[in-house]
């Protein structure tokens, strides 16, 4: 009845029944599963107020996720899984940056991007915000490295729209809305506020609450709201920070902005002991310093490859590092703030090593914080196969922290986790720990338990600290809720709930359990799948990178499904594997990207790769191909010629471009610069319209700089790429290694620079020994470009950075590029890869039109520059810049719109 209901608010399509697609969603980053019955992808808010009706009026179990970065199991469900589709990904600047209107799909870091310009960030500052969402980030009140307790969502939060269990929506920036709501609802609202009277008239709860919060805490409910606020309606908004998706739906969230600092300084110090570290923090903490990251030895040592680039130092065992991060207005601040903590340094009475001094340089910055980042991954990358990633993070008072450290150290040697790494926010007592743990036999289970109570025991009884700083309660921590907050607590935790979710549909279980073990129910299993991807810890920070996101699956989703798949009876698994055929290996792009931003480097497009070629059904044909690659382009640009104008009329798939005309280089100029500049086969085969061969347009831009080419267009030369994509290794190595000899024999041996006009064929040959190779950008950016003589064009231009630019050089020189040419560069936002995969644009059209699916709506008006730098992505770009197949603007190399704004300067003609 209840699904019978649902399909006349939420179209079939997105409502997924079938095993394949429910088991690839049910998993987030926490080390527990649950298998969901349905997965409903909401679009709208009038559908998710009618999901909320629906299920309360037939009883069923609803759970909100974002992103699914959640640690502690708070987005999973064995009942109704509700996702959100990329139509909640709006934002609103408001007050000249001074706040920002943010829906639940905004990624954190998107937040911060559209703040930039205005010199503001928002102030919760998750390790994970280039992947959760605003969603998650409020619902478990998620703070961070700068955050502290004072910039999180609770403290922050200016507004919000929120919509209870009965569908109710209320928006308390709107007054309307607000009094609506003291109408309809007054009942629930005076349950909040007799409750909060008794709260405050408790002493010793108010004081413990009071104590508790004065440290970063997410330990069950926000009940510092009932003391901070008399106003029924700020209590329960304030309440659902932090609650979890267990009291209702956050629709949106507007922040107070936090002002950046215009300069910052990062150094890394180590300290013989915790003690010695700690000893320095309130005296930081007086300075104003912006951030302090504690790391223990083995944290250091679990680091020491990124640390070697810094400094030679071993640390000690016992020893303890610093970071620290300096921001102040002006650089006359920075250096006072500077000095005044390398003056505390002095009065220590241990000596201080500085691993690396303070600095401003960005890529030095970048680098220590990366070496703070790394160090979750640094466990996963090292665990035994089967076992999980266990991160758990605790909060005490400062003054107990350094006492803290060496208890939690001891505590986790004595239970025989070697491995251990603790680390943390030293500015507010709260520190992490991470261990890896196998769930697969009784045993194993009862020593985590055990260590579990162990903890608790030490932090709540020892340290009067928190059980949770910044991770959400869960499923983890919810059997520990007595344990920390006693039976008075417990008990307005329990009438909270009661008071907004009755029937306790909204994620059950989470923060409130009355089973003991429920910690030890429902645990993750890791098992093998491919040595290439078995080292992934389900944490889904590639997920935003993946352009099969919205259409299939993501790369942590495949590995997710294989590994959930392994359990299952055979008839089911058999299913799975049909399934995973379009799911998993058809779909998938396989550029790479995700490995990108895997804190363990996970390439998927390699694992694919390898499944393809399992399967490669034709090596014959594959080698005849590679061995006629010459009549087979010429075969092809017969048939775009023939077949370009018949295929205008298609909406499905890119129109076919014309072919690619016949390079015709003017003669050389005498030069001591010389480069060898390869024809890559996507732009020997597809001609750019009404422009001539691309190959012509950069000699003409090289001369300009004195560079002389040396054309290097042989038909039958190939990176490889195709092959290799296609599942054919064997044959993509052969082809490699010939246009390796090819090119060192055209470089004279490495005498000349190489350059290959195709960014995913310059990622290709990348790690040549012979010859310097460069991507056509990037030699552009770095050779020409300082050679001429132009001025920026005053209208819009649209850049796509391809994702084989992004893991040649971060798309650093395309950029760098675009901004030479334009003063008004757009780079779309939520697209990462484009999609079209080589071929797939035409094979699998599906893909390139879900990858690009907000690029239309974000073309600037009186747009005419759209550039990229590979001719196959050019194609799909142009299809879907705008609707029905006629594209808005047309895609084409960024050397085009060089040449052109050098054409239009005053210089004299070559």
């Given at each position: 009845m209840f699904l019978r209901q649902l399909r006349h608010v939420v179209p079939a399509q997105r409502l997924i029944t079938d095993l394949s697609r429910r088991m690839a969603y049910s998993t987030d980053a926490s080390f527990y599963h649950k298998l969901p019955q349905l997965v409903v992808q909401v679009a709208a808010l009038a559908e998710l107020q009618q999901l909320l009706r629906l299920a309360r009026q037939h009883n069923i179990a609803l759970t909100f996720r974002a992103a699914g970065t959640s640690l502690s199991g708070q987005a999973i469900s064995d009942s109704v899984l509700v996702m959100l589709t990329r139509d909640w990904q709006n934002h609103e600047i408001l007050a000249n940056g001074a706040y920002i209107k943010l829906q639940p799909g905004v990624i954190g870091a998107h937040a911060n991007q559209a703040l930039l310009p205005y010199g503001r960030k928002i102030g919760p500052d998750p390790a994970s915000i280039n992947t959760c969402q605003i969603g998650g980030i409020a619902a478990n009140n998620a703070s961070g490295m700068c955050c502290g307790v004072k910039h999180n969502s609770y403290h922050t939060m200016a507004g919000i729209r929120f919509v209870l269990t009965d569908g109710t929506c209320v928006d308390t920036a709107d007054e309307a809305s607000v009094n609506a709501f003291r109408s309809s609802h007054h009942e629930l609202l005076d349950g909040l506020a007799q409750l909060a009277e008794e709260v405050r008239e408790n002493t010793e709860l108010a004081a413990a609450i009071a104590s508790?919060?004065?440290?970063?805490?997410?330990?069950?409910?926000?009940?510092?709201?009932?003391?901070?606020?008399?106003?029924?309606?700020?209590?329960?908004?304030?309440?659902?920070?932090?609650?979890?998706?267990?009291?209702?739906?956050?629709?949106?969230?507007?922040?107070?902005?936090?002002?950046?600092?215009?300069?910052?300084?990062?150094?890394?110090?180590?300290?013989?002991?915790?003690?010695?570290?700690?000893?320095?923090?309130?005296?930081?903490?007086?300075?104003?310093?912006?951030?302090?990251?504690?790391?223990?030895?083995?944290?250091?040592?679990?680091?020491?490859?990124?640390?070697?680039?810094?400094?030679?130092?071993?640390?000690?065992?016992?020893?303890?590092?610093?970071?620290?991060?300096?921001?102040?207005?002006?650089?006359?601040?920075?250096?006072?703030?500077?000095?005044?903590?390398?003056?505390?340094?002095?009065?220590?009475?241990?000596?201080?090593?500085?691993?690396?001094?303070?600095?401003?340089?960005?890529?030095?910055?970048?680098?220590?914080?990366?070496?703070?980042?790394?160090?979750?991954?640094?466990?996963?990358?090292?665990?035994?196969?089967?076992?999980?990633?266990?991160?758990e993070d605790v909060a005490v008072p400062l003054e107990a922290l350094p006492l803290a450290v060496n208890a939690l150290q001891q505590l986790l040697v004595s239970f025989g986790y070697h491995e251990a790494?603790?680390?943390?926010?030293?500015?507010?007592?709260?520190?992490?720990?991470?261990?890896?743990?196998?769930?697969?036999?009784?045993?194993?289970?009862?020593?985590?338990?055990?260590?579990?109570?162990?903890?608790?025991?030490?932090?709540?009884?020892?340290?009067?600290?928190?059980?949770?700083?910044?991770?959400?309660?869960?499923?983890?921590?919810?059997?520990?809720?007595?344990?920390?907050?006693?039976?008075?607590?417990?008990?307005?935790?329990?009438?909270?709930?009661?008071?907004?979710?009755?029937?306790?549909?909204?994620?059950?279980g989470v923060i409130l359990n009355d089973d003991p073990q429920a910690h030890l129910q429902d645990l993750k299993k890791l098992p093998e799948v491919n040595s290439t991807v078995d080292a992934c810890i389900e944490c889904g920070f590639c997920e935003p990178q993946c352009p099969s996101l919205h259409y299939t699956?993501?790369?942590?989703?495949?590995?997710?499904?294989?590994?959930?798949?392994?359990?299952?009876?055979?008839?089911?698994?058999?299913?799975?594997?049909?399934?995973?055929?379009?799911?998993?290996?058809?779909?998938?792009?396989?550029?790479?990207?995700?490995?990108?931003?895997?804190?363990?480097?996970?390439?998927?497009?390699?694992?694919?790769?390898?499944?393809?070629?399992?399967?490669?059904?034709?090596?014959?044909?594959?080698?005849?191909?590679?061995?006629?690659?010459?009549?087979?382009?010429?075969?092809?640009?017969?048939?775009?010629?023939?077949?370009?104008p018949l295929s205008r009329w298609q909406q499905r798939r890119p129109a076919l471009p014309l072919p690619a005309a016949k390079t015709k280089l003017s003669q050389p100029h005498a030069s001591q610069k010389r480069l060898v500049y390869f024809t890559t086969c996507p732009n020997r085969v597809f001609g750019t319209p009404g422009q001539p061969p691309l190959a012509e347009v950069v000699q003409r831009l090289c001369q300009r700089a004195g560079y002389e080419l040396i054309l290097a267009d042989s038909p039958q030369q190939c990176c490889g790429q195709p092959w290799q994509s296609k599942g054919y290794p064997q044959q993509a190595q052969s082809k490699q290694q010939q246009l390796q000899s090819y090119l060192q024999q055209l470089s004279e041996d490495g005498r000349w620079p190489v350059v290959l006009d195709a960014s995913p064929c310059a990622l290709q040959l990348q790690d040549s020994a012979v010859y310097t190779s460069y991507e056509l950008s990037e030699f552009l950016y770095r050779f020409v470009l300082p050679e001429l003589d132009f001025k920026p064009a005053d209208e819009p231009l649209l850049l796509h950075v391809t994702c084989s630019s992004r893991r040649l050089d971060q798309g650093n020189a395309l950029r760098a590029l675009a901004a030479a040419c334009s003063h008004q560069v757009t780079e779309p936002e939520y697209i990462k890869c484009c999609g079209f995969a080589g071929d797939k644009g035409f094979t699998q059209p599906e893909l390139n039109a879900s990858a690009l699916a907000p690029l239309a709506e974000q073309v600037p008006e009186n747009c005419r520059f759209a550039v990229s730098n590979s001719r196959t992505c050019e194609i799909g770009l142009s299809h879907h810049s705008g609707s029905k197949g006629e594209p808005k603007v047309h895609y084409q190399h960024i050397a085009y719109v060089l040449d052109e704004l050098c054409n239009l300067s005053n210089k004299e003609p070559l």
């Open positions: 508790q919060y004065r440290l970063k805490n997410t330990m069950g409910y926000g009940l510092n709201a009932l003391l901070d606020y008399h106003d029924p309606v700020a209590i329960l908004s304030h309440l659902l920070i932090g609650s979890e998706g267990t009291l209702g739906f956050i629709a949106d969230i507007t922040y107070r902005t936090v002002a950046l600092p215009q300069t910052s300084a990062t150094g890394l110090y180590l300290f013989p002991d915790s003690h010695a570290a700690c000893a320095i923090i309130p005296q930081l903490k007086e300075i104003g310093v912006e951030a302090v990251e504690l790391m223990d030895d083995r944290a250091l040592a679990s680091v020491a490859s990124l640390l070697q680039r810094h400094s030679q130092v071993q640390p000690e065992p016992g020893a303890v590092a610093l970071l620290i991060d300096i921001g102040r207005d002006d650089r006359a601040a920075l250096q006072l703030a500077e000095r005044a903590i390398n003056d505390c340094f002095k009065t220590l009475d241990a000596e201080v090593l500085a691993l690396c001094p303070f600095s401003s340089d960005p890529a030095t910055i970048q680098a220590l914080w990366q070496i703070r980042k790394g160090l979750f991954p640094a466990v996963g990358a090292v665990r035994a196969s089967g076992t999980t990633v266990v991160i790494i603790i680390f943390g926010h030293a500015l507010d007592g709260n520190v992490h720990f991470v261990f890896t743990q196998a769930f697969d036999s009784v045993n194993e289970i009862q020593h985590y338990a055990r260590f579990m109570d162990a903890v608790a025991e030490l932090i709540t009884r020892d340290f009067n600290g928190t059980l949770k700083a910044e991770h959400g309660t869960g499923r983890n921590m919810a059997p520990y809720i007595y344990a920390q907050w006693g039976g008075e607590g417990l008990a307005v935790m329990r009438r909270i709930k009661q008071l907004l979710d009755p029937e306790d549909i909204l994620n059950p699956l993501s790369p942590r989703q495949r590995i997710a499904l294989m590994r959930r798949a392994a359990a299952l009876e055979p008839a089911e698994r058999d299913t799975i594997m049909n399934d995973f055929q379009h799911l998993g290996i058809d779909s998938c792009a396989a550029t790479g990207l995700c490995a990108t931003a895997c804190p363990v480097g996970i390439n998927t497009g390699t694992w694919v790769q390898q499944l393809r070629a399992a399967q490669a059904k034709h090596p014959r044909l594959a080698s005849w191909l590679a061995e006629h690659q010459g009549g087979t382009e010429t075969i092809a640009r017969f048939a775009l010629r023939v077949g370009a």
